[in-house]
């Protein structure tokens, strides 16, 4: 940082510019999945699901980063909506499976447009996109390291 950008100015905090980042994508996202009935929470619990039915509520947080208060009334709003169905193992009642219904099914068609309207709302190409993809998959596996 030179010494004409101070340190402690917001404007030049990463940390910022990931929250606002971070919020501008949200909103961004809202009218596409307004359009399907679906929060951003539950658009990411859906994404996981229709890349792998039948996972547990333990799986689902560990793949979200998401602590099980904040999964659970997901879950319980997915499955008041029809798309999701929640079954006890019969050998161990504290583990919870999430499987999709049929309309849950189906709402993954309907679904396949949204990442590509956000990609275009973020990058002029795909070349750019697995570009910008693969520089933050790397920041983010230096965060956790």
Same mark, same amino acid.
């Given at each position: 940082?030179? /010494?004409?950008?101070?340190? @402690?100015? !917001?404007?030049? %905090?990463?940390?910022?510019?990931?929250?606002?980042?971070? &919020? =501008? +994508?949200?909103?961004?996202?809202?009218?596409?999945?307004?359009?399907?009935?679906?929060?951003?929470? /539950?658009?990411?619990?859906? @994404?996981? !699901?229709?890349? %792998?039915?039948?996972?547990?509520?333990?799986?689902?947080? &560990? =793949? +979200?980063?998401?602590?099980?208060?904040?999964?659970?009334?997901?879950?319980?709003?997915?499955?008041?909506?029809?798309?999701?169905?929640?079954?006890?193992?019969?050998?161990?009642?504290?583990?919870?499976?999430?499987?999709?219904?049929?309309?849950?099914?189906?709402?993954?068609?309907?679904?396949?447009?949204?990442?590509?309207?956000?990609?275009?709302?973020?990058?002029?190409?795909?070349?750019?996109?697995?570009?910008?993809?693969?520089?933050?998959?790397?920041?983010?596996?230096?965060?956790?390291?």
């Amino acid at each position: 940082m030179s /010494q004409d950008r101070p340190e @402690l100015l !917001l404007d030049n %905090q990463l940390c910022f510019l990931f929250h606002r980042i971070t &919020r =501008d +994508l949200t909103a961004a996202y809202r009218p596409l999945l307004t359009d399907l009935g679906l929060t951003y929470p /539950q658009y990411l619990v859906m @994404l996981v !699901l229709w890349e %792998q039915d039948g996972r547990t509520v333990g799986d689902l947080g &560990r =793949d +979200l980063c998401l602590d099980s208060g904040t999964l659970s009334p997901l879950i319980r709003r997915l499955v008041s909506a029809g798309l999701v169905d929640k079954t006890r193992n019969p050998r161990d009642e504290r583990q919870v499976t999430v499987h999709l219904t049929p309309a849950g099914r189906e709402l993954r068609e309907r679904a396949r447009a949204v990442p590509e309207q956000v990609a275009a709302r973020l990058v002029d190409s795909p070349a750019e996109y697995f570009a910008l993809h693969d520089q933050l998959t790397r920041i983010a596996e230096r965060l956790e390291a």
